[in-house]
């Protein structure tokens, strides 16, 4: 579904992406860890087409990601959709009304059919009855699930998550993981940036680490978390899981 080669993308003389190369299958979860400033949101970002990238490349769903093409750019975000950390609701919109907003003016849906779909979408991530809450109103958790409804209204054949849960109280962490887990078992497609390192263990199909712009590690959960190869996938395991030693 998702296809990346030689990635390379770089900010003036500080190189961001050193040649990442990875893939992501229809109907698994991909996983992305690794400590801050190594890459991991750029990537996303490239992968959506909000980044240029200097060198490789990238396909969702043999689409190419061309930034100079603006054809090219609608028809990936037809077909993947992102939920970013800070939620980007809008503030004088309902939760229903965020929700429609782009199946309305991006894929000319009817407006009472996006309406019906909003309500369904936003009683899947469980909020019925908040459909005319205005965000100011939802918790950190709420919304980010209302943006997790918004993002599914566009029908994706792909979810880019980039650390959904980071800007979230610890409390509020359980309910957004919960509807995640819930996309996962039902089939979509996902790319997930998080430090969640249980949710990447009990819901990936594959954990890719990377560090300084790289991909250091990859492979299954169980290889990657219990047992790492490379020191530098270890240390970072062992600062995130005992922060304390």
Sequence with gaps: MIEIDGLQKSYGPLRVLDGISLRVPEGQVVCVIGPS?????TLLRCVNGLEPYQGGSVRVDGQVVNR??????????QRVCMVFQRFNLFSHRTALQNVTEGPIYA?????????????????QVGLA???GSYPRQLSGGQQQRVAIARALAMRPRAVLF????????????GEVLTVMRDLARGGMTMMVVTHEI????SVGDHVVFMDRGKVVEEGPPGEILTAPREPRTQDFLHRVLHPLD
């Excluded at 849906?109 to 009683?123: C, D, F, M, V, Y």
């Design 37 to 41: 400033g190594s890459g991991k949101s």
């Design 68 to 77: 100079e093409h603006r054809a090219a750019i609608r028809a990936v975000r």
């Design 107 to 123: 894929l000319g849906e009817p407006r009472a059919a996006a309406e019906a779909r909003g309500r369904e979408l936003l009683a």
């Design 129 to 131: 009855g908040r459909e």
């Design 162 to 173: 980039d650390e959904p849960t980071s800007a979230l109280d610890p409390e509020l962490v």
């Design 198 to 201: 249980g949710f990447a263990r």
